[in-house]
């Protein structure tokens, strides 16, 4: 059976087919599946393509629910047995305060392995519970996550069947193209299950309503493939009016879901500057407070050791930070058009990761990690604290992988500024009548692409194979294929790919290009539209970033010499301060740790804001350097 294939029914899973556990996991837990409590986790799991049936997914959230719970149940019961031994008196105490009519000299004695077992108890149940939520929870997500692909995709797809509807191919073979285009995603994926469909029950028209059935898209899919099985049912003309109607539908539909997304970017950069700067404030009022209020900073023993209250606010405090830039950053990416950002593929070899690491940010990534080893490794051996040793071995990855991203990022801007330039000048000479593989040579030997013009010259050769028949069409399919891949980026997947197909169906030529100079031109405003909106974020990322540096450097300077001053200023009644009340190379030490971790959030934030994940690396790493240098300089470490 081809992948994406929908079955009417979902039948018990083979015994074969399963591991053991999974046969042991089914056995126990399988009943669970048939219970109205999981009726809405099986309408999402319909929508989520998964490979395994719905009711060896819940027995296996089920086994890892159990799991959890036992985990859960012996880590709270050690905790209450090792706690301190004043715990009974303080639960005694609280009980006493919120609830008047309970006096602590009447409450019964409870031996603390009893104490132990409750809570252990209720707090696996707990855990237990939210594990199973959590399974459910999560085909919701993949639901949705291949919803909103689909409306990412869709419009190009239905472009792209618009162009093929002018050819004379059937409407399985107009299908068959779009599930094969990788860049219309899950468009793609739910175009194959209607074909796999088609080949069980031999009716496109069941396939199409089987499809639309369980596809999570229902506002948008659904409609569209029920609407597209009647205009195919009236005739080509009808079906090509809808086509076009459609594609300026959508494409109205999803500038306004860009327009949303940019309004809701605006909202999470601002909460993202209160969110970081705020834990540099508390961990700066906190040291304050410590030398007023001495009993923060007392230990307080704890089952893995011993440390102050104010220890724990600091290094938590720094732990929200991180978190919270990998959570704005994941949110980021998510908002950015998948179709606008480049995915990188390492090579196979080893010999080709070393020398392409200059170029591919892929092979520089798997480079890097020896780099930073090696440097990490001689910070250490010259004595750096351990913290510094991470934090610069960080560094010495990061920078040179996020250069090599940003080297690689503009040769792929310098193709797509040129392939608008490459598609405008073929179609002038496909419309004065000439074959596509003679344009192509023209405009290969005529015309300078700059950046381009490899890939421009590599696809010539390559038409130059094929014959002047128009019924040759693998090695123009082939040629075509070849010269998209060259060229590496969304823009030419996205629009000379159709060019393949829409010539292979016996389009016109002359439409085939007009739409295709549509769809580069208005592909590459929607990428310089995007570029320019998100620089504006990657100037908050930097703002908050050396914002809370100067706050800290600040403090730590003026703030905190001041109270040094104040501990050897002896009054009347004795020292002004303690001079053990505030100790300066911890306290700017704790300060350095949580403005680090700010920097790793707002650089994290940036860089995927301005072009994903590895320029993420380089903003993160050079926020940290400058950090570094900047406290060092300074002599706060």
Partial sequence: MTEGT????EPAPAAASLSAL????????ARNADSGRHARDRRHYRGTDLRISFDVFLARVYGASWVVAVVVALVTGLVVVTASPDLPDAIAAVLEASLPVVRRDGLPYVPRIAVAVAAALVVAGAAKAATVRLGGRYLAWRASARRSDVERTMPGAVRYLYVLSSGSDGHREMLRKVASTDAYGETAVATRKVLNTTALTGSLNEGLRRVARDTPSRELLSPFLLKFREHAEQGEEELATYLQMESRMLGHRQDRARQRAQGFLELLSEMFMVLLVLPTLLVIV??????????????????????????????????????????????????????????YERPASASDVVLTAAINPASAAAVGVFVAVAAAGALWYEGYRPTNVVLLGYVAYAVPVGLVSVRRARLDDAKDRQIKDFAHAVSGHVNLGRP???????????????????DVADLALNLSFATREPTDVDVRAAALDRFVSRVGTPLAEQSVGLVTGALDAGSDAGAVFDTLQTEIGRLYHEKRELRSNLLVYVAVGWTTALLVIGIAVA????????????????????YVLNATAIDLPRERFRIYVVTQATMLASGWFAGTASRGRYEALLHSGSLVAVCYAVFAGVGMI
């Fill in 6 to 9: 929908v079955a009417a029914a």
């Fill in 22 to 29: 999974d046969r042991v996991l089914y056995a126990l837990f």
């Fill in 286 to 343: 906190l040291t304050v407070l410590a030398v007023i209020a001495p009993g923060l900073s007392e230990p307080v023993a704890t089952p893995l050791g011993t440390i102050s209250a104010r220890a724990v606010v600091v290094y938590t405090s720094a732990a929200f930070v991180f978190v919270l830039g990998v959570g704005a950053s994941a949110v980021v990416g998510e908002l950015r058009p998948p179709g606008q950002t480049v995915a």
């Fill in 436 to 454: 596509f593989q003679e344009a192509v040579e023209i405009v290969a030997r005529d015309v300078d692409f700059g950046a381009l013009n490899p």
């Fill in 555 to 574: 403090v730590g300077m003026q703030v905190f010499d001041g109270f040094a001053q104040l501990s050897s200023v002896e009054g009347p009644g004795g």
